[in-house]
């Protein structure tokens, strides 16, 4: 059973932080591309679009990738409904173009929030997204993309827990690491969460394997894909600037795209 099959409770568990996101996309389109009015902004993973659609509804042009049909379906049908255009595509993150996306013209920007690189569990996946989204970026077009590293050491938190509630729909969701297996670099997550509405009460749980980095793996992994700068990262609430370290575990790294004179051979 996936979480990401239930596009309605996905939404709501993930409704609180929507505001901070979208001024952070505002700000960074201004400050990284120098774009105070309109600009063409994609994220790979977009699930349901909860970002996508308010994106779009300030006048951006927006495109989604995601490899689950009932969050793409999600995504088009809220779309459609506020009067835009279906633009979300079924996908892998690991493999599309602009062709496959159904655009003309590159991204200024793209934005992968919430840990979602995760989910791509070997070298070649991680370094396809790289490549992939690099190819769909303007010069000098940058990505957002956040990220829960690996610290160091066994000060490791391995679980979260948190409560959503909709109207009559209340959610308690938590997020806990079943394993965790340095070496081969694969983490073992299993999300919980028990929906209560007037009518009934049930509870779906899901479990994934997830790629795991510590900031030096990351470092090395950016290196070889050869294709994105660290400009500078942020914690999660998008307020400061997180210092990098080997215990640096929330981070929104800021990458603005290698110029294809520079990229080393
Ligand atoms: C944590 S959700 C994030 C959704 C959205 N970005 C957000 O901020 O709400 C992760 C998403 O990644 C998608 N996903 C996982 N592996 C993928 C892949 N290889 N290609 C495209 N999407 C993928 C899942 O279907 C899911 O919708």
Not at 31 to 39: A, D, E, P, T, V
Not at 228 to 243: G, R, Y
Request: contains cysteine.
């Amino acid at each position: 059973m996936s979480i990401y099959d239930y596009p309605v409770l996905y939404d709501v568990l993930f409704s609180d932080s929507w505001k901070r996101e979208i001024e952070f996309l505002k700000t960074a389109l201004q400050y990284y591309c120098n774009i105070s009015g309109r600009g063409r902004i994609f994220e790979p993973a977009c699930g349901t679009g909860r970002l996508l659609w308010r994106l779009a509804r300030l006048g951006h042009n927006v495109a989604g990738l995601d490899l689950n049909p009932k969050a793409v379906s999600f995504c088009n049908k809220r779309l459609k409904r506020h009067g835009l255009k279906e633009s979300a595509i079924l996908g892998d993150m690991t493999d599309f173009s602009l062709n496959s996306l159904q655009q003309k013209k590159p991204f200024d920007l793209a934005f992968n929030f919430v840990s979602s690189f995760l989910h791509l569990t070997s070298e070649t996946a991680a370094l396809s997204h790289f490549r992939a989204v690099a190819e769909i970026l303007k010069p000098n077009g940058i990505y957002l993309l956040g990220l829960h590293l690996l610290p160091r050491g066994d000060a490791v938190c391995s679980q979260e827990q948190w409560s959503v509630r909709h109207g009559s729909l209340a959610l308690q969701s938590q997020l806990r690491r079943l394993s965790l297996n340095r070496q081969r670099r694969i983490e073992t997550v299993e999300f919980r969460i028990k929906a209560t509405t007037p009518k009934r009460r049930y509870e779906i749980i899901d479990t994934f394997p997830l790629r795991t980095y510590t900031l030096q793996q990351f470092r090395i992994l950016l290196k070889k894909a050869n294709c994105f700068d660290i400009l500078e990262t942020f914690d999660f609430n998008f307020q400061s600037p997180v210092p990098l370290n080997s215990q640096t575990e929330d981070v929104v790294f800021v990458l603005k795209k290698i110029e294809s004179d520079r990229v080393d051979s």
